[in-house]
Antibody
């Protein structure tokens, strides 16, 4: 069974950094683009970043460009999101997911990031 | 960027009702449109992909359609388990994935 498990969330002060991880199992991780989404309290999901199967292409939402870095390690079935210069409006549940446009669409359970002083 | 305008934002319905949710895209999506259901505290769950294709295991009371840049999710015969928030999502490009604003289906 396909599984994605996020970790690394927590409370951080504005301007601080946090690194999120996503462990994948049950599917061929190296064959999928991987995506980070987030969802602020009471809001809809928002795309954050994604990365090509081999890591050669990365895309970022304008709201995080220059502050967040997505990476992956296929040998370890692992996805990461390095978040720097965090702001209060980065507070959200962060999800890793595969989004292919077809039925093979898997999401993790999410990890909560709270940016507050 | 492609904008997705979803309506209504809230929908009051009863068990057995036929429910329709609409998303309008700011430009052509070439059928790259999905519908998700989300319940409180859970990740979004894919219901329909490529406008009208039902994901395996999703009840057949869910259906999707398209007319130009307007997309519709229909639930035929609302069930208690269907009370949730629904989102459309466009994925025409890996450099931009956009969700609609969501529709909360409540009693």
């Amino acid at each position: 069974e396909e599984q994605l498990v996020e970790s690394g969330g927590g409370l951080v002060q504005p301007g601080g950094s946090l690194r999120l991880s996503c462990a994948a199992s049950g599917f061929n991780f190296h064959k999928y683009w991987m995506t980070w989404f987030r969802q602020a309290p009471g809001k809809g999901p928002e795309w954050v970043a994604n990365i090509k199967e081999d890591g050669s292409e990365k895309n970022y939402a304008d709201s995080v460009k220059g502050r967040f870095t997505i990476s992956r390690e296929n040998a370890k079935n692992s996805l990461s999101l390095q978040m720097n210069s965090l702001r209060v409006d980065d507070t959200a549940v962060y999800y890793c997911a595969t989004v292919t446009g077809f039925s093979d669409d898997f999401w993790g359970q999410g990890t909560l990031v709270t940016v507050s002083s | 960027d492609i904008q997705m305008t979803q309506s209504p934002s809230t929908l009051s319905a009863s068990v057995g009702d036929r429910v329709t949710i609409t998303c309008r895209a700011s430009q052509s999506l070439n059928a790259w449109l999905a519908w998700y259901q989300q319940k409180l505290g859970k990740a979004p769950k894919l219901l329909i992909y490529k406008v009208s294709n039902l994901k395996s295991g999703v009840p057949s009371r869910f259906s999707g359609s398209q007319s130009g840049t307007e997309f519709t999710l229909t639930i035929s015969g609302l069930q208690p388990d269907d009370f949730a928030t629904y989102y459309c999502q466009q994925y025409t490009s890996y450099s931009s994935l956009t969700f609609g604003g969501g529709t909360k289906v409540e009693i």
